[in-house]
Structures are given as C-alpha cells and as structure tokens.
Nanobody, 123 residues
Framework: QVQLVESGGGSVQAGGSLTLSCAAS????????MAWFRQAPGKEREGVAV???????AYADSVKGRFTISRDSAKNTMFLRMNSLKPEDTAMYYC?????????????????WGQGTQVTISS
C-alpha cells in the first residue's frame, strides 16, 4: 500500500495553467502505474492521464495536447501540468496508484488514492 497526497489545485481563469503534484509515501517508480483522475459534481470519476512503470503515458482525448503527466523518481512525486485550462476542466483531481506496471483507465484497477485537490476554472 502507498499513501498519496495531492497538492497544487486552485482557481484560475480560462486559458491559465496549473501544476498538480502527488507525493507518494514510497518508491513507486517503474513498478507502479500512476494516474490522475477527476470528478466533477454530478459526474462519474474519469481518467485524465496515466504513466506506466516503463514511463509510457496516455491521455484522455479531452486533455490531449494540453495536459502533461510526469514523475520524479528521486522525489517519489508525480505531476500533472495543465495548460490552456477550460471551465469544463473544473473538478476534484485525484492521484491513484496501481501495484503493477501496466495502466488501465478504469478507476477500479487502482487500489490507492489521494484525498483530492480542487481545480476551479472560471470563464
């Protein structure tokens, strides 16, 4: 089991940028798939971006070209750089870990979750 703590959320205007961080309690590099999910009020939790143990990344179509997922193995930290933010990006953002290198989009594949960080984009 790994504990995850997100930070970096906030309120920005449309077109702005934010960088979210997810600090893990232990080394997850190369052995865990790490992911960012988000959930807006009244909507289901959806996968935003994933980074596999081998460093491979994938993105939801809605954020492709605007968001970048990365990880710093030395700091046991994962990041989500979000550019060109839109009001529809407003949601609670969660980081998640899966104790296997390969990634999947469904939230049920992830056993460890952070508490979430709120992102609010105004038009």
């Amino acid at each position: 089991q790994v504990q995850l703590v997100e930070s970096g959320g906030g309120s920005v205007q449309a077109g702005g940028s934010l960088t979210l961080s997810c600090a893990a309690s232990r080394d997850t590099y190369s052995v865990y798939c790490m992911a960012w999910f988000r959930q807006a009020p009244g909507k289901e939790r959806e996968g935003v971006a994933v980074i596999a143990g081998d460093g491979g990344t994938a993105y939801a179509d809605s954020v492709k070209g605007r968001f970048t997922i990365s990880r710093d193995s030395a700091k046991n930290t994962m990041f989500l750089r979000m550019n060109s933010l839109k009001p529809e990006d407003t949601a609670m953002y969660y980081c998640a870990a899966r104790a296997a290198s390969a990634c999947y989009w469904g939230s049920s594949h992830y056993s460890d979750w952070g508490q979430g960080t709120q992102v609010t984009i105004s038009s």
